[in-house]
């Protein structure tokens, strides 16, 4: 049977093309020599992937920092002030992704959005009046006959017009239908000149189509593929689609003239049920089983199970979606064999798209048997009492008493706070200094004592800074953290950590997320000692600080055995343990962060609550449900992309909530009033993403707008988010001018 693959992780084994492109932005090396590097890379992705047996072999998956800027590019979608600069291409380019500052001009970066239900971010391009689509680019050309001089025959694959136009920014006096007949032309002229140079498959990406889809959607669509299909030619044309199923617009997708259709029968829920209903016989279906964003091996049984109930004449095995969600190979790391065996990464699902298929021909039926044996045994010996536990929560395990209006009531009496108390969010900056510390502990290059130390004596600087300029609630700083889940992660039991498990956030960005290997439980107090201490060398406040259950598992790979529902739940008791913990060694006030709350929602709204809100909430709520009235739990959340479920960030019926808002404006005020936000609320009164200090005036007049719309008493005043990727002189000069800021304000009241 034959296989594809939709797309590669770009990054390199040992992510080259992040140290090689920063060096080039450190003009340490040329263009010529970056592009260089780049075509060794692209190379050697082709080739391991043709070694696979792969059949399929995508090209144009490449990218100096995104595709879907490349495509900007491609087309000519470019803000004049870009142009202006005068850059020649490569750094106009990165001057669009990273924003300019230098002889030629200043310009900021475009927009960047979260990717879908991912943690890879693209850049938004912009449309307005003046944007001319047009072919103007050469990359995916040039990169298919790279390929094919080195005899690959690729398929290049292009995000489809739909999804462009879809994820882009339109100004006020624009729409997306403007650009139909434009955006047609130019998807054409691809198609042709791929005629022209011999391709014979173009891969159109066409993620968008698993979101809700209106009626005018549906038109959109129609219009400008019934019109670009006539212009194919020879070039076979794959609709491709990943993150979702196609319900909305199936029966188009299937009577229209695609030669291929790529479906996602991982997170696809609906499309066997949809494939089942018929398929096309001349159209080929490239059916994605093999997960593009999980690292746990395929169980190739149900997954023989699934194939064997699609209807399709003619199928392609493929990966659910493209690979780049994956770290590249597990051949890197050191895990001991028998937990190995049960991961697969990027390469290692190439070799899982060959098994299947040989398995579906009648051979490696050893493979098959193979694969079995690692679903039948007990790969972990599950945690039994904890088991119970979970089983035997109830209602109220998850309900925090009194109600919070009465709550409310108690705190104030206990805290005694000014009105529009100031506070931050938890860390403060991560010099060099203390990173060098923490890397040297850990490399046991540091007694534990002469680290404690250097800790103590961090905290024990900026408390008294904190406690000069005036903050209301103190932090410790979190100077020993090197990250808000793997710090978590490495002391609770369950967790394993990769070494070389890098997967592509943003641009030269990686994260590596920890992997939930286990069953969940806290070994020992995590934040307790130096929460604890921060708190004895004070008189005022000192919030504790905790990363959230949903955070926790949205940032790592989760389980497959058991759902992310229990595995959350298992998480949340283990930090239930913490905050009680810290509740009784003294801690008044615990801020729970859940900063990625938002990552894993849904695409469809349709399945906002009943897959994931309906449990996400509820963990959050076990949480803290047995803490003291008197106790305020705060929580925080990065972006104030929440505005559509409110309700449900208000039902986490935490004290106080802080999140971003400068940037948005404070926008989402308006709503929170609509709407009745119980929660007292730290809007963020300035961007902590930019190292500008904000003047004692921009903060009051930030105040100014919150007070506007929200009653005095709820309003917390904080920055945005966390200060560890700022300098410590940036981040003393604008705190300074918040507690002066809301000084002043305070006594206009
Ligand atoms: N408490 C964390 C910090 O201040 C929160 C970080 C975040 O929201 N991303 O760093
Ligand atoms: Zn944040």
């Known amino acids: 049977m034959v296989t594809s693959v939709i797309g590669f992780p770009r990054i390199g084994e040992n992510r080259e093309l992040k140290f090689n492109t920063e060096k080039y932005f450190r003009n340490e090396i040329t263009q010529k020599e970056l592009f260089a590097k780049a075509a060794q890379l692209r190379l050697k992705h082709w080739k391991l992937l043709q070694k696979a047996g792969i059949n399929y072999i995508p090209s144009n998956d490449f990218s100096f920092y995104d595709t879907i800027l490349d495509t900007a590019f491609l087309f000519n979608i470019l803000p004049q002030e870009a142009e202006n600069l005068g850059l020649d291409t490569l750094d106009e380019y990165f001057a669009l992704a990273r924003g300019y500052q230098g002889k030629q001009g200043d310009i900021k970066a475009l927009p960047m959005k979260k990717w879908f239900n991912t943690n890879y971010h693209y850049l938004v391009p912009q449309f307005d009046k003046k944007t001319r689509i047009k072919l103007v680019g050469n990359k995916i050309f040039s990169e298919f006959m790279e390929a094919k001089t080195a005899g690959i025959n690729t398929h290049p694959t292009l995000v489809g017009p739909y999804t462009l136009l879809k994820l882009s920014d339109f100004a006020e006096d624009v729409k997306a239908e403007d650009f139909v007949t434009q955006?047609?032309?130019?998807?054409?002229?691809?198609?042709?000149?791929?005629?022209?140079?011999?391709?014979?498959?173009?891969?159109?990406?066409?993620?968008?189509?698993?979101?809700?889809?209106?009626?005018?959607?549906?038109?959109?669509?129609?219009?400008?593929?019934e019109k670009l299909l006539t212009k194919k030619g020879n070039l076979k044309i794959l609709l491709q689609t990943y993150f979702g199923d196609v319900r909305d617009n199936y029966s188009?997708?299937?009577?229209?003239?695609?030669?291929?259709?790529?479906?996602?029968?991982?997170?696809?829920?609906?499309?066997?049920?949809?494939?089942?209903?018929?398929?096309?016989?001349?159209?080929?279906?490239?059916?994605?089983?093999?997960?593009?964003?999980?690292?746990?091996?395929?169980?190739?049984?149900?997954?023989?199970?699934?194939?064997?109930?699609?209807?399709?004449?003619?199928?392609?095995?493929?990966?659910?979606?493209?690979?780049?969600?994956?770290?590249?190979?597990?051949?890197?790391?050191?895990?001991?064999?028998?937990?190995?065996?049960?991961?697969?990464?990027?390469?290692e699902k190439l070799g899982e798209l060959g098994e299947l298929s040989s398995i579906l021909e009648g051979q490696s039926s050893g493979a098959l048997v193979k694969n079995q044996q690692l679903f039948t045994g007990n790969r972990i010996k599950s945690h039994l009492a904890l088991k119970e536990k979970?089983?035997?929560?109830?209602?109220?395990?998850?309900?925090?008493?009194?109600?919070?209006?009465?709550?409310?009531?108690?705190?104030?009496?206990?805290?005694?706070?000014?009105?529009?108390?100031?506070?931050?969010?938890?860390?403060?900056?991560?010099?060099?200094?203390?990173?060098?510390?923490?890397?040297?502990?850990?490399?046991?290059?540091?007694?534990?004592?002469?680290?404690?130390?250097?800790?103590?004596?961090?905290?024990?600087?900026?408390?008294?800074?904190?406690?000069?300029?005036?903050?209301?609630?103190?932090?410790?700083?979190?100077?020993?953290?090197?990250?808000?889940?793997?710090?978590?992660?490495?002391?609770?039991?369950g967790y394993l950590f990769s070494k070389n498990g890098w997967v592509q956030s943003y641009g030269t960005r990686g994260v590596k997320p920890p992997i939930i290997w286990g069953d969940v439980t806290r070994q020992k107090p995590i934040t307790v000692k130096w929460s604890k201490y921060a708190q004895e060398q004070t008189d005022k406040i000192v919030k504790g600080m905790l990363t959230g259950p949903v955070t926790i598992l949205n940032w790592s790979f989760p389980r497959e055995d058991i759902s992310v529902r229990e595995s959350t739940l298992q998480i949340a008791l283990a930090i239930q343990e913490e905050v009680?913990?810290?509740?009784?060694?003294?801690?008044?006030?615990?801020?729970?962060?859940?900063?990625?709350?938002?990552?894993?929602?849904?695409?469809?709204?349709?399945?906002?609550?009943?897959?994931?809100?309906?449990?996400?909430?509820?963990?959050?709520?076990?949480?803290?449900?047995?803490?003291?009235?008197e106790t305020q739990i705060h929580t925080h959340m990065c972006y104030s992309e929440f505005t559509d479920i409110i309700p449900a960030i208000d039902n986490m019926d935490a004290d106080v909530i802080s999140f971003e808002a400068s940037r948005s404006n404070l926008e989402i005020l308006d709503e929170l009033q609509a709407k009745h936000f119980q929660t007292e609320v730290g809007p963020g009164v300035y961007d902590i993403h930019s190292p500008r200090v904000p003047s004692v005036n921009e903060i009051k007049n930030a105040i100014h707008k919150i007070l506007q719309k929200v009653p005095e008493q709820k309003i917390w005043i904080n920055p945005d988010c966390g200060l560890k990727t700022r300098g410590e002189q940036e981040t003393k000069a604008s705190l300074k001018n918040l507690t002066s800021a809301t000084r002043e304000i305070r006594k206009e009241l």
């Open 183 to 225: 955006i047609t032309v130019a998807y054409a002229e691809v198609t042709s000149k791929f005629n022209e140079l011999g391709a014979t498959w173009l891969q159109f990406d066409e993620p968008s189509l698993v979101k809700d889809m209106s009626t005018e959607d549906r038109t959109l669509f129609n219009k400008i593929y």
């Open 252 to 347: 188009d997708l299937v009577n229209l003239d695609f030669d291929g259709l790529g479906l996602d029968f991982i997170e696809g829920r609906k499309n066997l049920e949809l494939v089942k209903n018929g398929f096309p016989d001349e159209k080929i279906l490239f059916a994605g089983v093999v997960n593009g964003k999980n690292i746990w091996r395929n169980n190739y049984q149900q997954t023989l199970k699934i194939i064997r109930q699609i209807p399709a004449k003619n199928t392609v095995l493929s990966t659910s979606c493209s690979l780049l969600h994956v770290p590249f190979s597990v051949a890197n790391e050191d895990f001991k064999p028998e937990i190995k065996k049960h991961f697969a990464f990027a390469k």
């Open 390 to 493: 979970i089983a035997n929560l109830t209602e109220d395990s998850f309900v925090r008493t009194p109600e919070f209006s009465k709550r409310e009531a108690i705190q104030k009496k206990e805290f005694k706070l000014p009105i529009l108390p100031t506070t931050t969010i938890g860390s403060f900056p991560q010099t060099r200094e203390v990173k060098k510390m923490r890397a040297q502990f850990k490399r046991h290059e540091l007694e534990q004592k002469e680290y404690d130390t250097f800790i103590a004596a961090k905290i024990n600087e900026w408390l008294k800074w904190q406690e000069e300029i005036g903050l209301n609630i103190l932090v410790h700083g979190e100077f020993e953290r090197n990250d808000m889940v793997e710090y978590f992660g490495q002391n609770l039991s």
């Open 580 to 629: 009680l913990d810290l509740e009784a060694n003294g801690i008044r006030i615990i801020q729970i962060d859940e900063a990625a709350l938002r990552e894993k929602l849904p695409l469809r709204k349709s399945d906002w609550y009943s897959e994931y809100l309906d449990w996400a909430i509820p963990a959050f709520r076990l949480v803290h449900s047995k803490v003291r009235p």
